[in-house]
């Protein structure tokens, strides 16, 4: 195992990178905003991460009181990684961080896709109150079977893993690249209800408003022709290192109508 790399500077800046200064740590640190993850949720998250250096950075950050993990009991016994209190309060130090990064180009490659969180975190960071005006909407978000609600109220947003009790509106994709269309690629919400497996429903004219509320300094190329969406993310758990090593711790706007298919009645949230 390398030995981690420290700033030998009292600076606050180098202490605060002592802790999440190497790569990747913040971006677990993203991943887990939203709420504690299965270590193979992680890695899905973050595809392009060995498993060894996940492992390593998860202990890491829980040698820094910034991440824990705890095992959760029945019906699903199972290990998961969580925020601190002191993790919890990187959060507005990522929003500034995407924010500053947002003006950035995006990779030449373009091969590497947002995770779930971080497309969810891109609009906690690029939520705009002026755009949203005297907006007023619950939302209910299903993005490749992983449940969100949205509140917009009062030039305010809030987003966070759940269910809404009842909600206004409904918005259901295949994956986030969908999502990410829509908000950022200028796709119309009525034209990717019809091409993909993508379903909106309730008051779907102040859906596609709450849409145009997070503006991109620099925006993603425009979808191409449809291709048929990929499959959900798959529920295998990976191997936790961690556990096995022994370690403990405009027109755009218009109302769409026979494109979109209300929920039946088995898809009605209940809050439950």
Same mark, same amino acid.
């Given at each position: 195992m390398s030995k981690k790399r420290l700033f030998d500077d009292p600076c606050g800046i180098a202490r605060a990178l002592n802790a999440v200064g190497e790569r990747w740590a913040l971006l677990v640190v993203r991943e887990l905003v939203f709420g504690p993850k299965r270590y193979s949720d992680l890695h899905r998250g973050l595809p392009q991460m060995s498993q060894n250096v996940l492992a390593q950075r998860l202990r890491e950050l829980e040698a820094d009181g910034l991440v824990r993990r705890k095992r959760l009991g029945p019906p699903a016994p199972a290990a998961v990684y969580e925020l601190t209190e002191r993790g919890e309060e990187l959060e507005p130090v990522l929003r /500034?961080? /995407?924010?500053?990064?947002s003006r950035a180009p995006l990779p030449e490659d373009g091969a590497a896709e947002l995770s779930v969180d971080a497309l969810l975190f891109a609009l906690r960071a690029t939520f705009d109150p002026a755009l949203a005006g005297e907006l007023s909407l619950r939302c209910q978000l299903d993005v490749a079977g992983? =449940?969100? =609600?949205?509140t917009v109220a009062g030039g305010r947003l809030e987003l966070d =893993?759940? +269910?809404h009790a009842a909600p206004d509106a409904w918005l259901t994709v295949p994956e986030a690249a969908t999502l990410r269309d829509l908000v950022f690629a200028g796709a119309a919400l009525h034209d !990717? !209800? +019809? =091409? /993909?497996?993508t379903e909106a429903a309730g008051d779907t004219s102040r859906l596609a408003r709450l849409l145009h509320c997070f503006p991109a300094a620099v925006r993603y190329p425009a979808p191409q022709d449809p291709a048929s969406p990929g499959p959900g993310s798959p529920n295998a758990e990976l191997p936790d290192p961690a556990v096995s090593a022994g370690v403990v711790g405009g027109e755009r706007d218009a109302p769409i109508t026979a494109a979109v298919r209300a929920p039946d009645a088995g898809n009605v949230l209940d809050g439950s």
């Open positions: /500034a961080l /995407a924010q500053w990064g992983d =449940r969100f =609600r949205i =893993r759940g +269910e !990717v !209800v +019809e =091409r /993909a497996d």
